[in-house]
Structure formats: structure tokens, C-alpha cells
């Protein structure tokens, strides 16, 4: 892993660009009604080859995935050859095409009956079939894998599912949701330990935003400092002190949580207001919001690279996510310049932002966008788009942007010191 590198790729993952996986408790969410079906996702478990060679076209060169646990394990112990061959084909393909494959092994989605073991909640379940699963994948992949990024979103994860109750398994409870995420932080510990010293870069990937108090109140300075906790700084000193200091709870010192990555992965795509409530509101107030419900605000991205810097002075960052989602265009072709202008000019900053950050000194290795073709959001269905490229494969103005910059920085990089 050389400073030297910068990775260019695009990201996603298999509920998204598969469908929900038969024994998947977001395929029984979506049976019971509580979100939109997924069907295939975007085609991409039928159309991989021809994606990654579109992706290699445009010079962004490495992908991250995720191989999905209710795939290749849908019962508790019993492993499906057929999808373990089929993924071991796709990453093929994907070397074959030129491209890095990453694997994310958690993204969201959960097996039916991990989840019924009560999943990263459960200490004796996280400790024995998460590490026997990352243990499976690295044995069983890892010769066809780049690198890894065990964990997607540990906040977002357990805000979702335990928080909200928007995803499964549909609880909101304040205790759970800080369960979840302690959880979650131990099961990317637990995969470090299984992947490390394999030669293969390992990351995390946490979901980052600055916040602001919206009003000058201490009761709002004070709502604003609980939520930064809990996006930053209960991470933060997991990271960088190897301690877990759950707001209530007594601090446990868990000494391998230290530094339990080679990068620390992040993605962005906002910025948030706090009220005293707790509850967050677009920021800045003045900007229009997308159909997730945010204003994006390229700004927000240099705060968090400059904070992660600061924070973590000596640890390499990966961006893992970066993009824009927007409605899915109606009466107008969605790969049109017209339709993708304001996700070509808000890529076109954050990548002047990120230039800037690098040629300040800041150890930033490479940018994943998200997506690279549109696929299922969750709960908005197919009515947001992300992709550099529609679900017909047609490149959008914003691909063009992104191959502009890796084609750019890739020539820097080739140039003789001065």
C-alpha cells in the first residue's frame, strides 16, 4: 500500500446491485410490506463483466462489492457451493477486467438466523459466527481480493435497525441502538484480526458528517455535542485509545480496538443541523434537498477530511463513498448532461476539494464514488439515482467528471519530481 497510489473506483453493494438474497432478513422486510422490492437490484449479478469494463473505461479501476453472507451461508452452517463458485467467477472477472476488487462482508443486510441469534447484539453469536464467517471469506476469496472493508456504516447500521426501526430488525430503543454499534465496532475488531497480515489493505467505512447547533442555546450546543459523539467520537476513541465509552456506561478498555484497520475509511455526503431535540435538519438551511432528505454541501466534505487529519494525524483515509442522489429523472433521458448537471458540478467540487487536501499534505489514498450504475435504495426503491452510469449502462455527464480527475491525477502521479 503505497502513498504514492491514489485509487480511483466505485462502490455498492449486493442487496442494491443483486436483490435481496432469498434468506436475507431484508427479503422477509420486503415481503412484509416494509420496504419497496428489490427485485434483481441493477442486473449486475448477470451483467458484472460488462460492468467492470465500463468502470476500467473510465479509468476508475477498483470496485468495492459485498459478498453476501445470506448467499453463500442461508442456513446456519450449511454453505451454498453454487454462490460461492458464482462470486469467485465475478471477482475473477473483475481482475480479469482490470479492476481491484474490494469486499465488503456486511452492508446492512443481515442472515435471517444470525439476526435471530440477535447478530452483533450478542457477544457470544458476534464472537463465534462472524469471525467463522470472515475466516471462510478470506480463505475461500482472498486470492481473487485487493482489499477489504469488513463493515459498512457501524452508526448507520445500528441507527436503522435499532433507532429509527426503518430496517430490520425494526426496534427503537436508545440502549439496543448503542449495543448495535459497540457490536458492530468489536466486528470490525473481530475481522481485523482474520484478514490482517495478509497482505491485503483492510478499512473501515463510517459514515461522516459535520454537525451544527442551529440555534445559539446551550440546549442546542449541548444536543449538537451528543450527536457529534455519537457519529465521531465514540469511534474516534475506539480507534485511536482502544476504548468503547457508551454515554451512561462505565468506559471498556478493549486495547486491539486501537488501530484496528490500515485505513480509516469514511464516506460523505452531508452535513446536518442539530435542534435541541436531537433531531437533524438539513444544513445549511438555505440549500434545496435531494429526495434522501439532505442538502448537499461539498464544503462539508473538506471539514471532515481536515477534522480526520487532525484527529488522526498519522493514520492513512480512504473516502469510500462519494456522490449525489437525485429523483430519478421523469419525461427526460436520466443519462442526459441536463439531467445529471447538479451531480456533475457537485462531484466536480468535492474532487477540487479533495486535490486540494492532497496537495496540502493530507494522507487521503483514493476516492470511491457511490454509485457506479444506479441501482435499489433501500427504501426509495429505484426513485433516487446515484450511478455514474443508468441502469442501461448510459454514462452520465458525472462519469465523465470523475474520469477527467483520475485521468488527471494519474498523470501527476506518473510525472518526474521537479
Not at 226 to 248: F, N, Q, S, T
Amino acid at each position: 500500500m503505497s502513498p504514492d497510489e491514489f485509487w480511483w473506483g466505485t462502490a455498492a453493494s449486493s442487496t442494491q446491485a443483486e436483490g435481496a438474497a432469498p434468506a436475507s432478513d431484508w427479503f422477509a422486510w420486503e415481503r412484509a410490506g416494509k420496504a419497496p422490492p428489490s427485485g434483481d437490484g441493477n442486473g449486475f449479478a448477470d451483467r458484472y463483466a460488462d460492468d467492470f469494463a465500463l468502470y476500467a473505461g473510465h479509468g476508475l479501476d477498483h470496485h468495492r462489492l459485498s459478498i453476501e453472507w445470506a448467499r453463500i451461508e442461508p442456513s446456519e452452517g450449511r454453505r451454498d457451493q453454487y454462490e460461492i463458485e458464482r462470486y469467485r467467477e465475478l471477482l475473477t472477472a473483475a481482475r480479469e477486467a482490470g479492476i481491484h476488487p474490494w469486499v465488503c462482508l456486511h452492508h446492512f443486510t443481515l442472515p435471517a438466523w444470525f439476526q435471530g441469534e440477535r447478530a452483533f447484539l450478542d457477544d457470544k453469536a458476534r464472537g463465534y459466527y462472524w469471525p467463522r464467517h470472515v475466516a471462510f471469506c478470506a480463505e475461500t476469496f482472498g486470492d481473487l481480493v485487493y482489499g477489504w472493508k469488513p463493515i459498512n456504516e457501524p452508526v448507520a447500521y445500528a441507527f436503522a435497525g435499532y433507532l429509527t426501526g426503518a430496517n430490520p430488525p425494526g426496534l427503537s430503543d436508545l440502549a439496543k441502538f448503542f449495543d448495535a454499534y459497540r457490536g458492530t465496532l468489536l466486528a470490525q475488531r473481530d475481522a481485523w484480526r482474520e484478514l490482517r497480515g495478509a497482505g491485503m489493505p483492510v478499512a473501515t467505512i463510517h459514515n461522516l458528517s459535520p454537525v451544527f447547533a442551529m440555534f445559539d442555546t446551550r440546549e442546542c450546543r449541548e444536543a449538537r455535542d451528543a450527536i457529534d459523539d455519537a457519529l465521531w467520537g465514540i469511534w474516534l476513541r475506539a480507534e485511536r485509545d482502544g476504548v468503547i465509552a457508551i454515554p451512561g456506561k462505565a468506559a471498556e478498555e478493549v486495547a486491539d480496538l486501537r488501530e484496528a484497520c490500515d485505513l480509516v475509511g469514511f464516506s460523505y455526503y452531508n452535513a446536518s443541523g442539530v435542534l435541541p431535540d436531537l433531531s437533524l435538519v438539513p444544513y445549511p438551511a438555505n440549500r434545496p434537498v435531494g429526495p434522501l432528505g439532505y442538502a448537499p454541501w461539498p464544503e462539508g466534505l473538506g471539514l471532515t477530511l481536515r477534522r480526520l487529519a487532525e484527529e488522526l494525524p498519522d493514520r492513512p483515509l480512504l473516502l469510500c463513498e462519494l456522490g449525489l442522489g437525485t429523483e430519478a429523472a421523469r419525461g427526460e433521458r436520466s443519462g442526459s448532461g441536463a439531467a445529471d448537471s447538479p451531480r456533475s458540478a457537485y462531484l466536480s467540487e468535492c474532487l477540487e476539494i479533495v486535490e486540494e487536501a492532497v496537495d496540502d499534505g493530507i494522507d487521503l489514498r483514493g476516492v470511491f464514488f457511490w454509485t457506479g450504475v444506479d441501482n435499489y435504495e433501500w427504501h426509495h426503491g429505484f426513485d433516487a439515482e446515484f450511478g455514474l452510469f443508468t441502469r442501461d449502462r448510459e454514462p452520465r455527464a458525472s462519469a465523465a467528471v470523475a474520469r477527467e480527475y483520475a485521468t488527471r491525477r494519474a498523470e501527476r502521479q506518473q510525472l518526474p519530481p521537479a
